[in-house]
Nanobody, 113 residues
Framework: QVHLVESGGGVVQAGGSLRLSCAGS????????MAWYRQAPGKARELVAT???????NYADSVKGRFTISRDNAKNTMYLQMNNLKPDDTAVYYC???????WGQGTQVTVSS
């Protein structure tokens, strides 16, 4: 069974930074693409960024230039470095393994103005 655990969320002022982590099993990280999603109150869950096993990345337009997705396959961990945070970034952030349709439990990010 695939198990993903996010950490690193919190409350930060606008312009600040946070780094999220997603720890998974070895099986999870032998899988190709991993992703970060987020869901704001009253809104649909949206894709934030993806990263392939070899490190190719893609980002939502709303976070390009501010967020960086990365992974350490040796540590079975994926990261999301979030800089210059805005109140609109407030959401629950989830890591996701598409190939096995596995989600983490989510971590709350709150950005105050």
């Amino acid at each position: 069974q695939v198990h993903l655990v996010e950490s690193g969320g919190g409350v930060v002022q606008a312009g600040g930074s946070l780094r999220l982590s997603c720890a998974g099993s070895r099986l999870t990280f032998s899988i190709n693409t991993m992703a970060w999603y987020r869901q704001a109150p009253g809104k649909a869950r949206e894709l934030v960024a993806t990263i392939t096993q070899i490190g190719n990345t893609n980002y939502a337009d709303s976070v390009k230039g501010r967020f960086t997705i990365s992974r350490d396959n040796a540590k079975n961990t994926m990261y999301l470095q979030m800089n210059n945070l805005k109140p609109d970034d407030t959401a629950v952030y989830y890591c996701y393994a598409p190939v096995v349709n596995a989600w983490g439990q989510g971590t709350q990010v709150t950005v105050s103005s």
